[in-house]
Nanobody, 123 residues
Framework: QVQLVESGGGLVQPGGSLRLTCAASGRIWRINGMAWYRQAPGKQRELVASITSGGSTNYADSVKGRFTISRDNAKRTVYLQMNSLKPEDTAVYYC?????????????????WGQGTQVTVSS
């Protein structure tokens, strides 16, 4: 029905940068909020950054000033620019989007998740 595909993860040294991309496709009428989550081994999944359909953003305190979330509605794509990366940023990063699939008044907003992309920060 709806697919989210992440790309851009990899291995980077501390202080380096990566840009994650998440593209949505499938049965989509409207995408509401989009977000990036991450999960490190032995830890719960946490919200990293979110962005509304109008462009309002929020960030976890741990990434403020280093990460930037943005979206291109025409491309149905959300990005996460990650700068000044630290070893504690190492995790699997997941894209999330709230999607309405049809204009029907009965069409609900549903959460969809990408498959995840590994980010490893190590020297």
């Amino acid at each position: 029905q709806v697919q989210l595909v992440e790309s851009g993860g990899g291995l980077v040294q501390p202080g380096g940068s990566l840009r994650l991309t998440c593209a949505a496709s499938g049965r989509i009428w409207r995408i509401n909020g989009m977000a990036w989550y991450r999960q490190a081994p032995g830890k719960q999944r946490e919200l990293v950054a979110s962005i509304t359909s109008g462009g309002s953003t929020n960030y976890a305190d741990s990434v403020k000033g280093r990460f930037t979330i943005s979206r291109d509605n025409a491309k149905r794509t959300v990005y996460l620019q990650m700068n000044s990366l630290k070893p504690e940023d190492t995790a699997v990063y997941y894209c999330n989007a709230g999607v309405i699939s049809a204009a029907s008044i009965s069409s609900p907003n549903r959460d969809y998740w990408g498959q995840g992309t590994q980010v490893t920060v190590s020297s």
